[in-house]
């Protein structure tokens, strides 16, 4: 059993139709016929979204998106079409709304690796393989690729896994030719991202995303290398042959499958809320990544 601890009412607003509760986001139209995208402070972990919200989550998601929409404007068109607030929204929607264009999406979650850990490094210690792509022997934990790999995985709903597919697999799906848009699009991204990163002393281990077509153009959508979306580790930290300290929900992760928690994770009970120091350290995280990647300030 997964999913929502507590599935929270979506807010009515005149003008906008509500159209789905996401782990984070919620997602309305407009009577333009765009999507209205609102991020909620809302945390998931173990395919559970958690009853205790992180304070700024939202606002940091949607301006770290923003600012990367800014660097990758050349490389891949984004969906954003505007930040204004939809009239007769709420005021706490400011600074965390984006009013997107409708696009048809594609199903599949387009997974870049530079590094090796999480369910690459799983599959690796079983077959020297990710995602069918072979890989050299002696890899460890967090070890560099030879060169970034494109690892995709299909879409899950809410307290369900993503599960990692061929490239073939996607190809049968989206066709070959959409196949090798999205790869190629995926890894110059990555690639980018990976570059500006790692000058801010930062390490871009992995990341996922999101495609749709706006008519024959690929554009990239959703959020976008955001620590939810994304493995950031402090570069001068990594270490190989052991799990890296990264810019992410780990404190949540950690503090959940502690003893403190006193939930079992094999059970089918729900989580219990967070303790307001793992809130504070989790929302710390966040906000460090977002200063460290923008060079700004966050208030």
């Given amino acids: 059993m997964s999913g929502f601890v507590e599935k929270p009412e979506p807010i009515q607003v005149p003008g906008l139709v509500h159209l789905h509760t996401g782990k984070v986001r919620e997602l309305y139209r407009n009577e333009a016929g765009d999507l209205v995208m609102v991020a909620s402070d809302r945390i998931s972990a173990y395919d559970w979204v958690l009853p205790t919200e992180i304070p700024d989550k939202g606002r940091v998601l949607t301006q770290l998106s923003l600012w990367w929409f800014d660097q990758l404007r050349d490389l891949a068109p984004n969906h954003v079409l505007s930040t204004a607030l939809p009239e007769g929204a709420p005021a706490d929607w400011a600074g965390r709304t984006l009013v997107c264009k409708s696009l048809r999406m594609v199903p599949v979650e387009c997974v870049a690796r530079g590094y090796l850990t999480g369910s690459g490094l799983a599959e690796y210690r079983e077959s020297r393989t990710v995602c069918g792509l072979a890989l050299p022997e002696g890899l460890v934990d967090g070890s560099e690729l030879p060169a970034p790999i494109f690892t995709p995985a299909t879409k899950a709903e809410v307290g369900e896994h993503d599960e990692n597919v061929s490239y073939e697999e996607v190809a049968r799906q989206v066709g070959a030719e959409t196949a090798?848009?999205?790869?190629?699009?995926?890894?110059?991204?990555?690639?980018?991202?990976?570059?500006?990163?790692?000058?801010?002393?930062?390490?871009?281990?992995?990341?996922?995303?999101?495609?749709?077509?706006?008519?024959?153009?690929?554009?990239?959508?959703?959020?976008?290398?955001?620590?939810?979306?994304?493995?950031?580790?402090?570069?001068?930290?990594?270490?190989?042959?052991?799990?890296?300290?990264?810019?992410?929900?780990?404190?949540?992760?950690?503090?959940?499958?502690?003893?403190?928690?006193?939930?079992?994770?094999?059970?089918?009970?729900?989580?219990?809320?967070?303790?307001?120091?793992?809130?504070?350290?989790?929302?710390?995280?966040?906000?460090?990544?977002?200063?460290?990647?923008?060079?700004?300030?966050?208030?």
């Avoid at 990976?194 to 153009?217: N, V």
């Avoid at 929900?249 to 003893?259: A, G, I």
Wanted: charge should be negative; avoid cysteine.
């Fill in 180 to 299: 090798a848009e999205l790869r190629q699009a995926t890894l110059a991204v990555y690639a980018r991202a990976r570059d500006i990163a790692r000058d801010r002393g930062i390490i871009l281990a992995d990341t996922k995303f999101e495609f749709g077509f706006d008519g024959d153009t690929l554009v990239l959508a959703d959020e976008v290398l955001t620590p939810d979306s994304s493995r950031f580790w402090p570069a001068d930290q990594w270490q190989p042959g052991r799990a890296q300290p990264s810019y992410d929900k780990q404190f949540v992760r950690d503090w959940l499958t502690s003893t403190a928690s006193g939930w079992d994770r094999g059970s089918e009970q729900p989580p219990p809320p967070l303790p307001g120091e793992v809130v504070e350290a989790t929302r710390a995280k966040y906000v460090e990544a977002y200063e460290r990647l923008t060079g700004v300030r966050w208030s």
